[in-house]
């Protein structure tokens, strides 16, 4: 079994429309969570960094952790054509271990 | 600020022949970090330098995988010899301290192997 799990997409949407993005895990024992995005041809930038469950917001990004379900979100709000890109989930058991990432869901907002 | 610089972007060679990866971290980043990124897949860390000692080399294939970081800022990935398995994208990040914390990982653009 992995240790993280993401579906691939491709998830195409319109303008506009609300996008979720998910990752589950197996081991209940990573602490901290992030989300990448990786535009095509380039390296992975950090978007988002959550420590511990709850929610956090910056923009039209929310980013929520549910570690009873081993279960993060990505919410991105009122999309926009720039923001089509693979949205990588990436997990750490602690702040000195290496990033765990999940395969990446390819985005496509359609204009 | 320069972002991390990776060369060269692109490299197609034949099966056996040696290739070699150059990083160029982001100033005054202690921290560098070689990944390998298969299509369709996240980046796996390959090894991890804090200045010019290699901190985690776990995971790479030690038999034809060899890295440097001289003088503790840029670095070199060598495979040698290549296999076909072996094409991917070669991602170089960066951080300013060790990994201890949330210090951001700052990516270069990669270099994109193909071996034929």
């Known amino acids: 079994q992995k240790e993280v799990e993401q579906d691939p997409g491709p998830l195409s949407v319109p303008e506009g429309a609300i996008v979720s993005l998910n990752c589950t895990y197996s081991?209940?024992?990573?602490?901290?969570f992030m989300w990448y995005r990786q535009y095509s041809r380039k390296g992975p930038e950090l978007l988002m960094y959550?420590?511990?469950?709850g929610n956090k917001e910056d923009g039209r990004f929310t980013a929520q952790v549910d570690k009873s379900s081993k279960y993060i979100s990505l919410f991105i709000r009122d999309s926009q054509p720039s923001d089509s890109a693979t949205y990588l989930c990436a997990l750490r058991y602690s702040s000195a271990s290496k990033i765990i990432f999940g395969s990446g869901t390819r985005l496509s907002i359609r204009p | 600020e320069a972002g991390v610089v990776q060369s060269p972007r692109y490299k197609i060679i034949e099966k056996k022949q040696p290739v070699a990866f150059w990083c160029n971290p982001i100033s005054g980043h202690n921290t560098l970090y070689w990944y390998r990124q298969n299509l369709g897949q996240g980046p796996e860390l390959l090894i991890r330098y804090e200045n010019e000692e290699a901190v985690d080399d776990s995971q790479l294939p030690k038999d034809r995988f060899s890295a440097e970081r001289l003088k503790g800022v840029d670095s070199t990935l060598k495979i040698q010899p290549a296999e076909l398995g072996d094409s991917a994208v070669y991602l170089c990040?960066?951080?300013?301290?060790?990994?201890?914390?949330?210090?951001?990982?700052?990516f270069g653009p990669g270099t994109r192997l193909t071996v034929l």
């Open positions: 081991n209940s024992a990573f602490q901290y």
């Open positions: 990040a960066s951080s300013p301290r060790g990994s201890a914390g949330t210090d951001t990982q700052y």
């Open positions: 959550t420590y511990s469950s």
